[in-house]
Protein backbone atom coordinates (compact mmCIF):
# COMPACT_ATOMS: atom_id res chain seq x y z
CA UNK A 1 0.00 0.00 0.00
CA UNK A 2 0.88 3.49 -0.85
CA UNK A 3 1.50 4.99 2.77
CA UNK A 4 0.78 8.68 3.53
CA UNK A 5 2.04 11.49 5.78
CA UNK A 6 1.70 15.13 6.52
CA UNK A 7 2.98 17.52 8.21
CA UNK A 8 2.35 19.46 10.39
CA UNK A 9 -0.38 16.98 12.40
CA UNK A 10 -1.47 20.55 13.88
CA UNK A 11 -1.41 24.18 12.84
CA UNK A 12 -2.48 27.16 14.87
CA UNK A 13 -2.73 30.52 12.74
CA UNK A 14 -4.90 33.55 12.41
CA UNK A 15 -7.50 35.52 9.63
CA UNK A 16 -5.04 36.40 7.40
CA UNK A 17 -2.38 34.08 7.48
CA UNK A 18 -0.79 32.35 4.59
CA UNK A 19 -0.28 28.47 5.47
CA UNK A 20 1.46 25.63 3.67
CA UNK A 21 0.43 21.97 4.59
CA UNK A 22 3.41 19.23 3.24
CA UNK A 23 2.07 15.83 2.20
CA UNK A 24 4.57 12.85 0.82
CA UNK A 25 3.89 9.60 -0.27
CA UNK A 26 6.20 6.37 0.24
CA UNK A 27 6.29 6.04 -3.43
CA UNK A 28 5.83 8.32 -6.56
CA UNK A 29 2.16 9.01 -7.20
CA UNK A 30 2.58 11.19 -10.59
CA UNK A 31 0.07 13.87 -9.87
CA UNK A 32 -2.27 11.66 -8.32
CA UNK A 33 -3.25 13.17 -5.15
CA UNK A 34 -6.55 15.13 -4.05
CA UNK A 35 -7.11 16.88 -0.95
CA UNK A 36 -9.63 17.47 1.10
CA UNK A 37 -11.38 19.71 3.83
CA UNK A 38 -13.66 18.39 7.17
CA UNK A 39 -15.16 20.30 9.88
CA UNK A 40 -16.30 18.47 12.75
CA UNK A 41 -19.34 16.50 12.63
CA UNK A 42 -19.14 16.46 8.59
CA UNK A 43 -18.21 14.56 5.89
CA UNK A 44 -15.28 15.30 3.81
CA UNK A 45 -15.36 18.16 0.82
CA UNK A 46 -13.16 17.66 -2.38
CA UNK A 47 -11.17 21.23 -2.63
CA UNK A 48 -8.51 19.81 -5.20
CA UNK A 49 -8.20 16.95 -7.22
CA UNK A 50 -4.98 15.84 -9.87
CA UNK A 51 -2.97 17.90 -7.52
CA UNK A 52 -3.62 21.26 -8.41
CA UNK A 53 -6.80 21.47 -10.00
CA UNK A 54 -9.77 23.56 -7.79
CA UNK A 55 -13.14 22.23 -7.62
CA UNK A 56 -16.13 24.59 -8.96
CA UNK A 57 -16.49 26.61 -5.75
CA UNK A 58 -13.55 26.25 -3.71
CA UNK A 59 -12.34 30.25 -2.94
CA UNK A 60 -8.87 30.77 -4.88
CA UNK A 61 -6.95 31.24 -1.83
CA UNK A 62 -6.83 27.69 -1.98
CA UNK A 63 -3.66 25.99 -4.35
CA UNK A 64 -2.16 22.60 -4.44
CA UNK A 65 1.13 21.93 -6.24
CA UNK A 66 3.45 18.84 -6.37
CA UNK A 67 4.76 15.75 -7.93
CA UNK A 68 5.92 12.60 -7.72
CA UNK A 69 6.08 12.08 -3.65
CA UNK A 70 5.71 15.65 -2.45
CA UNK A 71 2.93 17.56 -2.24
CA UNK A 72 1.50 20.88 -1.05
CA UNK A 73 -1.56 22.68 -0.29
CA UNK A 74 -1.56 26.33 0.33
CA UNK A 75 -4.37 28.75 2.27
CA UNK A 76 -3.28 31.93 1.35
CA UNK A 77 -5.39 35.24 3.66
CA UNK A 78 -7.16 32.65 6.09
CA UNK A 79 -10.88 32.87 6.53
CA UNK A 80 -12.55 31.97 9.89
CA UNK A 81 -14.32 29.05 7.63
CA UNK A 82 -10.81 27.55 6.88
CA UNK A 83 -10.22 26.42 10.07
CA UNK A 84 -10.67 22.52 10.25
CA UNK A 85 -8.71 19.12 9.60
CA UNK A 86 -7.08 19.05 5.99
CA UNK A 87 -6.61 15.17 3.97
CA UNK A 88 -4.36 14.19 0.96
CA UNK A 89 -5.58 11.36 -0.75
CA UNK A 90 -3.67 9.50 -3.12
CA UNK A 91 -5.18 7.45 -6.05
CA UNK A 92 -2.61 6.53 -8.15
CA UNK A 93 -3.01 2.74 -7.07
CA UNK A 94 -5.51 0.29 -5.10
CA UNK A 95 -5.87 0.91 -2.33
CA UNK A 96 -6.32 4.76 -2.23
CA UNK A 97 -5.15 5.67 0.88
CA UNK A 98 -5.70 8.56 3.01
CA UNK A 99 -3.11 11.03 4.70
CA UNK A 100 -3.18 11.15 8.76
CA UNK A 101 -4.29 14.68 8.41
CA UNK A 102 -3.84 18.79 9.33
CA UNK A 103 -5.47 20.03 12.26
CA UNK A 104 -5.82 24.43 11.26
CA UNK A 105 -6.69 25.97 14.61
CA UNK A 106 -6.94 29.90 15.57
CA UNK B 1 -28.35 18.41 -6.47
CA UNK B 2 -26.27 15.66 -6.20
CA UNK B 3 -27.69 13.90 -2.80
CA UNK B 4 -26.35 10.64 -0.95
CA UNK B 5 -28.87 10.02 1.83
CA UNK B 6 -27.54 6.73 3.87
CA UNK B 7 -29.49 4.85 6.57
CA UNK B 8 -29.55 5.18 10.14
CA UNK B 9 -27.34 4.63 12.77
CA UNK B 10 -26.75 0.95 13.89
CA UNK B 11 -26.08 -0.92 17.29
CA UNK B 12 -24.94 -4.52 16.78
CA UNK B 13 -23.12 -7.15 18.48
CA UNK B 14 -19.70 -8.39 17.89
CA UNK B 15 -20.11 -11.29 15.32
CA UNK B 16 -22.69 -9.47 13.98
CA UNK B 17 -23.45 -7.84 10.34
CA UNK B 18 -24.31 -4.40 9.58
CA UNK B 19 -25.58 -3.84 5.91
CA UNK B 20 -25.32 0.38 5.25
CA UNK B 21 -27.57 1.66 2.21
CA UNK B 22 -26.43 4.87 0.44
CA UNK B 23 -29.22 6.50 -2.06
CA UNK B 24 -28.50 8.51 -4.50
CA UNK B 25 -30.42 11.57 -6.11
CA UNK B 26 -29.54 14.35 -8.63
CA UNK B 27 -28.01 12.52 -11.29
CA UNK B 28 -27.51 9.23 -13.21
CA UNK B 29 -26.67 6.57 -10.67
CA UNK B 30 -24.99 4.34 -13.00
CA UNK B 31 -22.90 6.65 -14.90
CA UNK B 32 -20.74 7.04 -11.54
CA UNK B 33 -18.64 4.74 -9.24
CA UNK B 34 -19.93 4.54 -6.08
CA UNK B 35 -16.94 3.81 -2.94
CA UNK B 36 -17.19 3.13 0.96
CA UNK B 37 -14.88 4.81 3.48
CA UNK B 38 -14.81 4.41 7.04
CA UNK B 39 -13.80 6.86 9.32
CA UNK B 40 -13.00 6.24 13.25
CA UNK B 41 -13.13 9.30 15.83
CA UNK B 42 -10.05 11.02 15.46
CA UNK B 43 -8.61 9.21 12.40
CA UNK B 44 -8.37 10.01 8.88
CA UNK B 45 -10.42 7.87 6.23
CA UNK B 46 -9.79 4.28 5.41
CA UNK B 47 -10.99 2.79 1.71
CA UNK B 48 -13.08 0.08 1.88
CA UNK B 49 -14.16 -1.00 -1.68
CA UNK B 50 -16.35 0.25 -4.94
CA UNK B 51 -18.55 -0.81 -7.47
CA UNK B 52 -19.45 0.23 -10.60
CA UNK B 53 -23.97 0.48 -10.50
CA UNK B 54 -23.87 -0.40 -14.16
CA UNK B 55 -21.57 -3.65 -14.35
CA UNK B 56 -22.08 -4.82 -11.01
CA UNK B 57 -18.14 -4.73 -10.67
CA UNK B 58 -16.67 -4.46 -7.40
CA UNK B 59 -13.13 -3.92 -5.79
CA UNK B 60 -12.38 -3.95 -2.42
CA UNK B 61 -9.08 -3.37 -0.10
CA UNK B 62 -7.39 -6.39 0.99
CA UNK B 63 -8.15 -5.37 4.51
CA UNK B 64 -11.65 -6.22 4.20
CA UNK B 65 -11.48 -8.54 1.18
CA UNK B 66 -13.74 -11.71 2.01
CA UNK B 67 -15.62 -9.99 4.92
CA UNK B 68 -17.49 -6.77 3.09
CA UNK B 69 -19.53 -7.04 0.44
CA UNK B 70 -20.69 -3.93 -1.53
CA UNK B 71 -23.77 -3.91 -4.34
CA UNK B 72 -26.46 -2.15 -5.78
CA UNK B 73 -30.04 -1.55 -6.78
CA UNK B 74 -30.20 0.33 -9.88
CA UNK B 75 -33.88 0.45 -10.28
CA UNK B 76 -33.92 1.69 -6.34
CA UNK B 77 -30.43 4.24 -7.25
CA UNK B 78 -28.94 2.62 -4.10
CA UNK B 79 -25.62 0.90 -3.32
CA UNK B 80 -25.22 -1.14 -0.42
CA UNK B 81 -22.09 -1.93 1.76
CA UNK B 82 -22.25 -5.30 3.97
CA UNK B 83 -19.67 -6.02 6.62
CA UNK B 84 -20.11 -9.18 8.11
CA UNK B 85 -17.94 -10.52 11.40
CA UNK B 86 -18.15 -7.24 12.97
CA UNK B 87 -15.62 -6.31 15.88
CA UNK B 88 -15.54 -3.62 17.99
CA UNK B 89 -12.91 -2.50 15.72
CA UNK B 90 -15.16 -2.00 13.18
CA UNK B 91 -16.86 0.43 15.08
CA UNK B 92 -16.79 3.85 12.66
CA UNK B 93 -18.49 6.12 10.63
CA UNK B 94 -19.15 4.52 7.40
CA UNK B 95 -19.46 7.12 3.98
CA UNK B 96 -20.53 6.55 0.67
CA UNK B 97 -18.83 8.88 -1.96
CA UNK B 98 -19.64 9.56 -5.62
CA UNK B 99 -16.74 9.33 -8.00
CA UNK B 100 -16.84 10.49 -11.41
CA UNK B 101 -13.33 8.94 -12.25
CA UNK B 102 -9.86 8.57 -10.77
CA UNK B 103 -10.05 8.93 -7.13
CA UNK B 104 -12.12 11.95 -7.21
CA UNK B 105 -14.72 11.91 -4.04
CA UNK B 106 -16.73 14.54 -5.21
CA UNK B 107 -19.84 13.84 -3.71
CA UNK B 108 -20.05 12.38 0.06
CA UNK B 109 -23.03 10.64 1.97
CA UNK B 110 -23.70 12.14 5.56
CA UNK B 111 -22.18 9.15 7.35
CA UNK B 112 -24.05 6.03 9.49
CA UNK B 113 -22.40 5.14 12.60
CA UNK B 114 -21.87 1.38 13.47
CA UNK B 115 -21.36 1.00 17.09
CA UNK B 116 -19.80 -2.29 18.09
CA UNK B 117 -20.59 -3.10 21.14
CA UNK B 118 -21.38 -6.05 23.70
Known amino acids: DIQMTQSPSSLSASVGDTVTITCQASQGIINSLNWYQQKIGRAPKLLIH???TLETGVPSRFSGSGSGTSFTLTISSLQPEDFATYFC?????????FGPGTKLDI | QVQLVQSGAEVKRPGASVRVSCKAS????????MHWVRQAPGQSPEWMGW????????GYSQKFQGRVTISRDTSASTAYMEVTNLTSEDSSLYYC???????????WGQGTLVTVSS
Open chain 1, 50 to 52: ATS
Open chain 2, 26 to 33: GYTFSNYA
Open chain 2, 97 to 107: ARVPYGGRFDS
Open chain 2, 51 to 58: INPATGKT
Open chain 1, 89 to 97: QQYEGHPYT
